[in-house]
């Protein structure tokens, strides 16, 4: 079974500062897709960024990037210039073809100002 | 831009009864996918559905639980003679391809009284 984990429950960052998110996760398969959403107080599910298992290279998404290092299963991301509107939880996700995606448990991201 | 659609976006119902949430998934979106989230928990997967048949659910999908797409556009949860514990946001979500991001609906906050 495909497990993800996330080793932060909450974290706090100042405005305009960078913050890095930690996410694992645990598979035996070789290609797959990771993800991270964006929950706000609004509850909506917000696609942040995705990364494809078979692309060594970091995906990157304006202020958002990840660090994917596919032998430690390890997908970080990294937020950076920190805005007030980031503050959310932030849940890692793994994707396998024609399957579920699971989610880690999340972290609870607070930007102050 | 297209988005998912679900309703209701609250609904009580009595413990017992049996009660339908709604989604309408992406117009050209092929998969499609029940996730619940207790609050202040982890987002869980119940069930993903494809070719009109589920292709994999969870360990909490039980036969409490149905899906159907009874028309082509719809894609309903169906859960019977629902329990206190059943109270949680519900989330629909929908992707082009099964490894594909999947775009997520609002939510319907369930509470079972």
């Known amino acids: 079974a495909q497990t993800v984990t996330q080793s932060q429950p909450e974290m706090s960052v100042q405005e305009a500062e960078t913050v890095t998110l930690s996410c694992t996760y645990d598979t035996s398969e070789n290609n797959y897709y990771l993800f991270w959403y964006k929950q706000p107080p609004s509850r909506q599910m917000i696609l942040v960024i995705r990364?494809?298992?078979?692309?060594?290279q970091n995906a990157t998404e304006n202020r958002f990037s990840v660090n994917f290092q596919k032998a430690a299963k390890s997908f970080s991301l990294k937020i950076s210039d920190s805005q007030l509107g980031d503050t959310a939880m932030y849940f890692c996700?793994?994707?396998?073809?024609?399957?579920?995606?699971?989610f880690g448990a999340g972290t609870r991201l607070t930007v102050k100002p | 831009e297209p988005e998912v659609t679900q309703t209701p976006s609250h609904q009580v119902t009595q413990m017992g009864q049996e009660v339908i949430l709604r989604c309408v998934p992406i117009s050209n979106h092929l998969y499609f996918y029940w996730y619940r989230q207790i609050l202040g928990q982890k987002v869980e997967f119940l069930v993903s559905?494809?070719?009109?048949?589920?292709?994999?659910k969870s360990e909490i999908f039980d036969d409490q639980f149905s899906v159907e797409r009874p028309d082509g556009s719809n894609f309903t949860l169906k859960i019977r003679s629902t329990k206190l514990e059943d109270s949680a946001m519900y989330f629909c979500?929908?992707?082009?391809?099964?490894?594909?991001?999947?775009?997520f609906g609002q939510g319907t906050r369930l509470t079972v009284v």
């Open positions: 996700a793994f994707h396998r073809n024609n399957n579920d995606m699971r």
């Open positions: 979500a929908s992707s082009e391809a099964g490894v594909t991001e999947a775009f």
């Open positions: 990364q494809e298992a078979y692309k060594q």
């Open positions: 559905f494809y070719n009109n048949e589920i292709s994999e």
